[in-house]
C-alpha cells in the first residue's frame, strides 16, 4: 500500500495515478514521460500522456520534482531536490547526478546580466560504456 502522507504532506489529494507516479520517481532516477507513461500504461488502463504531464507539473509547483532539460527534445524528471550537476552518456543516455559544479558568474554580472539559475550538464562517455569500449 503506498504512502500518501507524502502527496498529502504538499497539499496534493492523493489518487492512484499520482500515487504511481511518485513512486516511479522515487524507484527511477531522471525519467522522461514516455518513459513514465510506458511503464506505468499496463498497471493504469486509462492512463495517457497528458495525464502524466499534468500530474508531473503539479508535482513540480509544489515542488516534490525538479525538471531537467538535457537537449531540446525532451525534459528529465527527478525527486533529488539537492544542488546537483548532471553528467549524461552520449553512448548509453544514462544520466549521473555528481555534485554541484560552482560556475564564476562575475563576468556575467559585469556585462549586466542577471543569473537567475543554471543548469549544468556534462556530456561523454560513461565509465561503463569506456569499459566495454562501446
Same mark, same amino acid.
Request: aromatic letters at 10%.
Given at each position: ?68 532539460? =538535457? ?11 539537492? @544542488?546537483?550537476?548532471?553528467?549524461? &552518456?552520449? +553512448? *548509453? ?13 562575475? =563576468? ?11 543548469? @549544468?550538464?556534462?556530456?561523454?562517455? &560513461?565509465? +561503463? *560504456? ?5
Amino acid at each position: 500500500m503506498f504512502d500518501t502522507s507524502k502527496l498529502e504532506k504538499h497539499g496534493i489529494k492523493p489518487s492512484i495515478t499520482r500515487l504511481k507516479i511518485y513512486q516511479y520517481l522515487l524507484d527511477n532516477d531522471h525519467p522522461s514521460v514516455d518513459e513514465i507513461y510506458q511503464a506505468l500504461k499496463n498497471d493504469l488502463p486509462t492512463l495517457s500522456k497528458t495525464t502524466v504531464y499534468n500530474v508531473l507539473n503539479l508535482f513540480g509547483e509544489k515542488d516534490i520534482v525538479s525538471t531537467i532539460s =538535457l537537449d531540446s527534445k525532451e525534459l528529465r524528471y527527478e525527486m533529488n531536490q539537492d @544542488l546537483h550537476s548532471h553528467f549524461q &552518456c552520449i +553512448k *548509453c543516455g544514462e544520466i549521473y547526478d555528481f555534485p554541484y559544479v560552482n560556475v564564476d558568474y562575475d =563576468l556575467i554580472h559585469q556585462k549586466g546580466f542577471e543569473s537567475l539559475e543554471h543548469n @549544468l550538464v556534462i556530456k561523454g562517455i &560513461c565509465k +561503463k *560504456c569506456k569499459a566495454q569500449n562501446i
